[in-house]
């Protein structure tokens, strides 16, 4: 297996699938898609430790999708889906993937992650009505974001979650955003 650029090998964040505080990622005491979660972000970093920092991000995505296949998840990959406004059709949405029908995957290779990256994962949240989202950042560091939108009655709440900061075992801490 080859090392990433940085030398470090990487281990799945418990901190992204497991430590968030709040209860709007949470239903019924689990965070929401749970589970899935927790192997599309494994797989992220099986993908990381063997390719490391430095391709263009279609080769990340191509490389996430086979991951996930033999993991036995249904991957979709460059899902339109259409934004509506009381009945007409304001545009569409490329989404990047959508894992089990339950979870859309955003992929970013950028050296540094733009603060629009968040953003236009929410976007594709609320355009296919998926409740939780990753952010996968294969930069120089690996970053996964989960985010959560989800519709109570008639209120809305989102959340993001960045494991950065506390999730790199063998790197230092220096924050952790609950939310």
Known sequence: MQRPATGRSYSVPLIAVASVSHEMQRRGGELIEERLTESIIGAFYEVYNTLGFGLQEHFYASALERELVARNHQ???EVVVDVWYKGALLGRQRLDMVVDRKVVVETKSTFELHSSAARQCFSYLRASRIEV???????????????????????????????????????????SDQI
């Open 75 to 77: 991957v979709s990959r």
């Open 133 to 175: 989202g990753l952010l996968l950042h294969f930069g120089p560091e690996p970053n996964v974001k989960r985010l959560v939108s989800r519709k109570s009655g008639s209120r809305r709440y989102t959340g993001i979650r960045d494991g950065r900061e506390t999730a790199l075992q063998g790197c230092k801490s220096e924050k």
